[in-house]
């Protein structure tokens, strides 16, 4: 279980930043229409930002999350993994996801990555912007695995995704694809995650040093799964390291 329905992100907004905001309906290869949401900073070329939720879909938390990295200059979409099972729509509270999550195929979650990546890079300047991936719990592994998908990321950022585990589909875990992984990597971990225990993030890390891929996995001790909220005050500082170290990940390998 990832964050409750009325968390909110664990960052402060910028005062009088300029962000502009709409929903949208995005179409997958396959031509199934998915709820996305898309926060503009107003810097055509910029990098730029796929959020993947976790497993309750598209709803006001990652919205927010979204509008967080606008303020600070990145065009971000935030998108809804339910379209083909549950239609076009974002999630309310009562959204019985855990009906949907299985039937959720991996394949299908980097379809929808690429239409978000091709929203980002459509226009003037923005076709060779580098654009990473950030994702939570479910889409923090899902984010990961975008490092082997072929969409030419930047960079793949995980908050306490799932490394070892595989996918409910059947299909391979994060270790088993580090060897295609084509990007920088960025791990934030839970310490006292009792769900990711630790030798799996270390097996993570071992295996992207033999496979020769950049990576950094911060792990923070005593940290639950989903501490990135601002109701878990006593691990604002965790939180605000998080996200600072997300910042310099997206700086340093957007150059």
Known sequence: MCVPYDSTPPIAPISGGAVAT??????????????????GSGHPGSPAVVVLPDVRGLFKFYEELAVRFAERGFDSVAFDFFG????????????????????????QITA????????????????KRPVFTVGFCFGGSNS??????????????????HPT????DGSPSVVERVPEFKCPILG?????????????????EATMTRAGVKHEVRMYPGAPHSFFDRRYEEFAKDSADAWDRVLKFIAQNSK
């Open 22 to 39: 709409r929903d949208l309906t995005l179409s997958s290869q396959d031509g199934t229409k998915f709820a996305a949401f898309f926060a």
């Open 84 to 107: 083909r099972t549950a239609g076009v729509a974002k999630r309310v509270a009562d959204f019985p996801y855990m009906e949907h999550v299985p039937l959720t195929k991996a394949a």
């Open 112 to 127: 929808d990555v690429r239409a978000a990546v091709s929203y980002l890079r459509q226009g003037k300047g923005n076709e």
């Open 144 to 161: 990961w695995l975008q490092a082997a998908s072929g969409h030419s990321l930047a960079g793949a950022v995980g908050f306490y995704g």
């Open 165 to 168: 585990r595989p996918g409910r």
């Open 188 to 204: 934030l971990m839970g310490g006292a995650d009792q769900g990711i225990p630790a030798e799996e993030v270390a097996k993570f």
